[in-house]
């Protein structure tokens, strides 16, 4: 199994930034894509911002050029920068890894518990 853990999260005002940390941990053999999603309460989850193993970025057309993600020199910790914060990017914050446990098994999808984001007016 593998487990990720969020931090980072909290109140701050529209224009502030945040960083998001995620840290993955368990029997991991490897992990290949790590994400950022986001969701608020009623809505769906939608994605944020997306970083391959070899380092490609993606990322929502809401938050192209405010928010960077960026992976650890362990590959499994994955970094969400957060700037010129605005209220509509108030959700919480998911993790999610593409990893594998086993050898002789395919990548599975984890996700973290989540870290709330608010961002005031």
């Known amino acids: 199994q593998v487990q990720l853990v969020e931090s980072g999260g909290g109140l701050v005002q529209a224009g502030g930034s945040l960083r998001l940390s995620c840290a993955a941990s368990?029997?991991?053999?490897?992990?290949?894509?790590m994400k950022w999603y986001r969701q608020v309460p009623g809505k769906q989850r939608d994605l944020v911002a997306t970083i391959t193993s070899g380092g490609s970025t993606t990322y929502a057309d809401s938050v192209q050029g405010r928010f960077t993600i960026s992976r650890g020199n362990a590959k499994n910790t994955v970094f969400l920068q957060m700037n010129n914060l605005k209220p509509e990017d108030t959700a919480v914050y998911y993790c999610?890894?593409?990893?594998?446990?086993?050898?002789?098994?395919?990548?599975?999808?984890?996700w973290g518990q989540g870290t709330q984001v608010t961002v005031s007016s």
């Open positions: 999610n890894a593409y990893a594998r446990t086993d050898y002789a098994l395919g990548n599975v999808y984890y």
């Open positions: 368990g029997s991991i053999v490897s992990i290949s894509t």
